[in-house]
Structures are given as structure tokens and as C-alpha cells.
């Protein structure tokens, strides 16, 4: 982090000493940082969060506006107490120091994960000119960024027509059910959660669109970062469909949801080699072979599906792994 945005951070808080504490790597060009201060507004001892983030590169108008948007709703999204948008840096209200994957395992998982899908679901009433629409464009456009930077970059190798059929399927599913207001990345590291207070936290939420309703779901159960029992993911999907005021198909959502988690999941692991391939940055390519695992065992499950399966199950892990090693270290 540059000096000039600590002395911003310095000259906003009205203080002369900061230690910033870097938070959890995004996968964007964004970073995080926690200021222990005392609150500008009352004097007591609390915390902020410091967002240093590239006009060049982020959406950082569009995430002022959603602050506003969200926050209007009710929904626990961090309020921008202090901006420099010629330079992306944001003072942000902190909205919870443990992520839901700090939580997932302990005897607190539960209980968050309902508050979690509770939430979910006051965010997908919100509607608002500011959420522009997810097209068959962007989901079209987000395929492409598995087939360049995983399999043709990465793999240096093409997809078979068949897979690229399967895409054109998964794109397709999309426009099939009800609409409404999306994350886009609901998962466990933009989940914050506070057992004290049994509160909530939304971060990462500048990317929303109108899109499926099964998309959050997908996102928060078919997590990048971590992996659910069948049986836990078709008893949170049972839990959000007694919840919901949706009218929803319980036979047809869950398949709904989980090809969108396909779609999703791809997208991730072209994004995950992109970092590393065009960004320099190796933060998340562990995470690739876990992901690939889960898409080889979800996929199989759906006959349209096949030729997708066929064609994962045909990797040679061993050779990715090795390519994942190599790239790490250099």
C-alpha cells in the first residue's frame, strides 16, 4: 500500500499514527486493510476499513452507488464514510472481522448459514435502476473466460464442439427461471459473520446484476472455498424454498441451482489462471483443482451435461498439477 494513501487514511481518522492490517487477498485488483482508531464521530476506540482500489480497473462509482442502494435496503453492506475517487481509496464502516469460512465446521455453521440465506433474501426483493441486468452476453462472455485462460492458455488446448454445446446449454438455463437481484458473489469470504450479535455482513457486492434466482444459492452452496455434503446442500436449498416468498418448483430448482453453479464455477477457474497468467498473481491457484474436482462430480449427475463430464473426467491431473506448481513458484 503507497504511503500516500496511509497519509490519507491519517489526514481523514484525524490521526498522526496508523498500522493497517492487510485482509484476505481479493481476486480483483482491489485490497483491504483494517485501521484500528479511535471514530471520528464519537471518540471511541473502534475500527475501518481502508479499500485502496484502482479507478482504472474497478467499478468504483457503480460500488458507491450499490453502498447506497444496499444500505437503503437495510441489507449490512459497509457505508463509505469517506472516498478519494480520483485515487480509489474508500474509509468503510467494518462490517465483521470473522468470514463464514472461518465459521464453517465449528458449531456455529448452522446458525450462520441460515442468517446467511435469511439475508439472501431480503437482498433478492431489492429492485433498482442501479442493478442492470445479467444477458446471456455477460454469461456467454464469462464461458470465454474459462476457454481462454484455463484451457487454451493454461492447458494449451482447445474445447471439443460437444463442450462447447454444453455451454451454450448452461447460457441457455439461465433465461429459464424467475429474476431477481444477485451478488454474484455470495461465498463464504463476502459473508461476515458476528455470533455475539448473531449480524451479518456483506462485502463484494458492486458486481450485482438481475439475474437467476438460484444464482446467490449456487454461489454460497457450491462455494469455491469450501465443499458441502450433498445432503447439507439439499437441506439449505429446502431451508431457502420454505423461506422464500418466491414461487419456486422445489422438483426443478435444485437442478436449476446447480447448473448455475457449473456455469459459475467454470467462469472461476478461468479467472483463477487469469491472475496468474496475465495479473502475476498466485493467490488463488490452489483453488483450481478443488474446483474441478467438484465440477467432476456434479456434472455427470445431468444427461446435457455429458459431454462436459466426459471431457473433465479426460483431464490429466497429474500434468495440471504439475503446471499449477511450476506457475506458483515462478
Known amino acids: 500500500m503507497s504511503d500516500r494513501a496511509v497519509a490519507w487514511a491519517q489526514a481523514t481518522l484525524r490521526t498522526t499514527s496508523l498500522t493497517p492490517q492487510p485482509l484476505k487477498a481479493e481476486a480483483s485488483f482491489r485490497a483491504f486493510y483494517r485501521i484500528e482508531c479511535l471514530m471520528p464521530d464519537t471518540g471511541d476506540p473502534g475500527s475501518v476499513v481502508l479499500m485502496v482500489s484502482p479507478p482504472e480497473k474497478e467499478q468504483n462509482a457503480q460500488f458507491e452507488r450499490l453502498a447506497r442502494v444496499f444500505g437503503h435496503s437495510g441489507l449490512p453492506v459497509p457505508a463509505v464514510l469517506s472516498s478519494n475517487p480520483e485515487e480509489g481509496w474508500y474509509l468503510l464502516s467494518d462490517v465483521g472481522r470473522?468470514?463464514?469460512?472461518?465459521?464453517?465446521?465449528?458449531?456455529?455453521?448452522?446458525?450462520?448459514?441460515?442468517?446467511?440465506?435469511?439475508?439472501?433474501?431480503?437482498?433478492?426483493?431489492?429492485?433498482?435502476?442501479?442493478?442492470?441486468?445479467?444477458?446471456?452476453?455477460?454469461?456467454?462472455?464469462?464461458?470465454?473466460?474459462?476457454?481462454?485462460?484455463?484451457?487454451?492458455?493454461?492447458?494449451?488446448?482447445?474445447?471439443?464442439?460437444?463442450?462447447?454445446?454444453?455451454?451454450?446449454?448452461?447460457?441457455?438455463?439461465?433465461?429459464?427461471?424467475?429474476?431477481?437481484?444477485?451478488?454474484?458473489?455470495?461465498?463464504?469470504?463476502?459473508?461476515?459473520?458476528?455470533?455475539?450479535?448473531?449480524?451479518?455482513?456483506?462485502?463484494?457486492?458492486?458486481?450485482?446484476?438481475?439475474?437467476?434466482?438460484?444464482?446467490?444459492?449456487?454461489?454460497?452452496?457450491?462455494?469455491?472455498?469450501?465443499?458441502?455434503?450433498?445432503?447439507?446442500?439439499?437441506?439449505?436449498?429446502?431451508?431457502?424454498?420454505?423461506?422464500?416468498?418466491?414461487?419456486?418448483?422445489?422438483?426443478?430448482?435444485?437442478?436449476?441451482?446447480?447448473?448455475?453453479?457449473?456455469?459459475?464455477?467454470?467462469?472461476?477457474?478461468?479467472?483463477?489462471?487469469?491472475l496468474r497468467l496475465r495479473d502475476a498473481k498466485t493467490t488463488h491457484l490452489a483453488h483450481i483443482l478443488p474446483v474441478l474436482d467438484h465440477l467432476q462430480r456434479l456434472t455427470p449427475r445431468y444427461a446435457p451435461l455429458e459431454p462436459l463430464a466426459r471431457w473433465l473426467k479426460g483431464l490429466n491431473r497429474e500434468a495440471i498439477a504439475g503446471r499449477l506448481t511450476d506457475l506458483a513458484a515462478s
Open 98 to 274: 470473522m468470514d463464514l469460512e472461518a465459521v464453517y465446521g465449528t458449531e456455529q455453521e448452522s446458525e450462520a448459514l441460515e442468517l446467511a440465506i435469511e439475508t439472501l433474501i431480503r437482498l433478492q426483493r431489492v429492485r433498482d435502476p442501479a442493478i442492470p441486468p445479467y444477458t446471456t452476453q455477460r454469461f456467454t462472455d464469462e464461458l470465454g473466460i474459462f476457454r481462454e485462460w484455463f484451457v487454451e492458455k493454461l492447458l494449451k488446448a482447445r474445447l471439443p464442439e460437444p463442450v462447447e454445446a454444453v455451454f451454450h446449454t448452461l447460457v441457455e438455463r439461465t433465461r429459464s427461471t424467475p429474476q431477481c437481484c444477485v451478488h454474484r458473489d455470495y461465498h463464504c469470504r463476502n459473508l461476515l459473520y458476528d455470533p455475539a450479535c448473531r449480524q451479518l455482513g456483506i462485502v463484494d457486492f458492486q458486481d450485482a446484476l438481475m439475474g437467476p434466482v438460484g444464482y446467490d444459492l449456487a454461489s454460497l452452496l457450491h462455494d469455491c472455498y469450501h465443499e458441502f455434503t450433498d445432503a447439507d446442500v439439499q437441506r439449505w436449498i429446502n431451508f431457502y424454498l420454505s423461506s422464500t416468498d418466491l414461487d419456486l418448483d422445489p422438483v426443478t430448482f435444485p437442478a436449476d441451482v446447480d447448473h448455475l453453479a457449473v456455469q459459475r464455477q467454470l467462469k472461476a477457474v478461468g479467472i483463477f489462471a487469469r
